[in-house]
């Protein structure tokens, strides 16, 4: 019988730290507050991930929109939430703080994971969106449905779903991106030890029987 025995040096064996992530949550505020709050429970369950509101920013001396710049330049990756609602515009603008936080994400290099609602979505005790300002809304999401490959919901929970899911890949394609050239080597001393095992050991069974 054949004994297969697998050798990977000693540089191969690392730990594995992964630092706090911390995500920013951008969308409109009063209409979506139900989805917000799912989306933050589902955000702050898993282990490696934090999630950034305005909730949360309580009092500040600075204006509105200088406290969301600051804020996105911390976090490591913005999941925005689009609904039929264009939002409050920023003072002095034509342009909607989710629009102006999508924008910031863009100018800093950091990751947009964007969900858009389909058009039944629950709206609960929100006001219909008035026509200009579902027209601009429209505008916004056909940018982004063509910058970024988008999710679709329905429901706050179907949302906060979706967004684990995301943040999971997300995680896994950044850590395989970012894991040291002699890990990959690894991998790939395993799975040829592996294909040869399965190879051999069929053979070896036939002869000792």
């Not at 190879?199 to 069974?205: F, G, M, N, S």
Request: charged share 30%; proline share 5%; glycine share 4%.
């Amino acid at each position: 019988m054949l004994c297969y025995r697998l050798s990977v040096p000693r540089c191969y064996y690392f730990h594995v730290f992964i630092p706090i992530k911390r995500v920013f949550l951008s969308s409109v505020a009063e209409a979506l507050s139900e989805y917000r709050s799912e989306v933050a429970r589902a955000i702050d369950l898993l282990d490696d991930y934090k999630c950034v509101r305005m909730e949360d920013f309580g009092a500040r001396d600075a204006p509105s929109e200088e406290v969301c710049r600051t804020r996105i330049g911390e976090c490591d990756v913005l999941v925005g939430v689009l609904g039929p609602w264009y939002g409050s515009l920023v003072p002095g603008t034509q342009k909607s703080y989710s629009e102006l936080e999508y924008d910031v994400a863009v100018q800093l290099g950091i990751p947009r994971l964007m969900f858009l609602s389909l058009g039944d979505m629950s709206i609960g005790a929100a006001s219909a969106p008035t026509d200009e300002d579902r027209k601009r809304q429209t505008l916004f999401r056909d940018r982004v449905s063509r910058e970024r490959q988008c999710a679709y919901f329905q429901k706050p929970f179907d949302l906060a779903i979706r967004v684990q899911q995301a943040l999971y890949n997300f995680t896994r394609e950044r850590f395989r991106l970012e894991r040291p050239m002699h890990a990959r080597e690894e991998d790939s001393i395993v799975r040829h030890a592996r294909l040869e095992r399965s190879l051999v050991e069929p053979h070896d069974r036939t002869r000792a029987t």
